[in-house]
């Protein structure tokens, strides 16, 4: 898991309502990504980071959110919005560069009640 | 635990025999490649990763082949052990598009 956290490990939340995960590095790492998996798929992007307050959405963003105030922090929320939320979710940051190699955290798994 | 690796197919081996994982890139342009593991409930692990001006690289027991001409990635794994029980995934990335694309990966388990 290297440098970075993901909180929390298991995550619970009722139908309708935002929420929110942490994900923190202290890796020095300029970019940051947020994935999701689920069963039997390769990992989808939702959202990156190449840099402080800038952000692009990935292949999956809608229902989603992120920000990026600062460079070891990139949280994510769920919101409502997003129609089929349960899920494991994995955030990476890797040096910006040609061929930037990522490092994951530990995940944390989405259950939506 | 994580039911990420459900529906994966599955190569078992002996414990000490030698494990050969196969990944099927998609595009033609990409020119980095990565092996990740996964144990379950856990977030993937880097293991070794191969530019795509090479054709193989060994780690510590773990050597990848890259065969551009058919887009074929592969990742062995010498002397298998039971903690290399795990889902391993190959990740391609593009320098023109900036993005990796994640393979669905290979569940390995090791038999004592």
């Known amino acids: 898991d290297g440098g970075i956290t993901q909180s929390p490990k298991y995550l619970f939340r009722k139908e309708g309502q935002n929420v929110t995960l942490s994900c923190e590095q202290n890796l020095n790492h300029d970019a940051m990504y947020w994935y999701r998996q689920d069963p039997g798929q390769g990992l989808r992007l939702i959202y990156y980071s190449q840099i402080v307050n800038d952000f692009q959405k990935g292949d999956i963003a809608e229902g989603y959110s992120v920000s990026r105030e600062k460079k070891e922090s990139f949280p994510l929320t769920v919101t409502s919005a997003q129609k089929n939320p349960t899920a494991f979710y994995l955030c990476?940051?890797?040096?910006?560069?040609?061929?930037?190699?990522?490092?994951f955290g530990p995940g944390t798994r989405l259950t939506v009640l | 635990g994580e039911s990420v690796g459900l529906h994966l197919p599955t190569l078992s081996v002996q414990e000490g025999d030698n494990s050969i994982i196969n990944c099927a890139y998609s595009n033609s342009a990409s020119d980095y490649f990565i092996w990740y593991k996964q144990e379950s409930g856990k977030g993937p692990q880097f293991i070794i990763d191969?530019?795509?001006?090479?054709d193989k690289r060994q780690g510590q027991r773990v050597t990848v082949l890259l065969n551009k001409t058919v887009k074929h990635l592969s990742l062995q794994i010498a002397a298998t052990q039971p903690g290399d029980s795990a889902v391993y995934f190959c990740a391609e990335f593009s320098s023109g598009t900036y993005k990796y694309i994640f393979g669905t990966g290979t569940r390995l388990k090791v038999l004592a």
């Open positions: 191969i530019r795509s001006n090479m």
């Open positions: 990476a940051s890797g040096t910006s560069g040609v061929a930037d190699t990522q490092y």
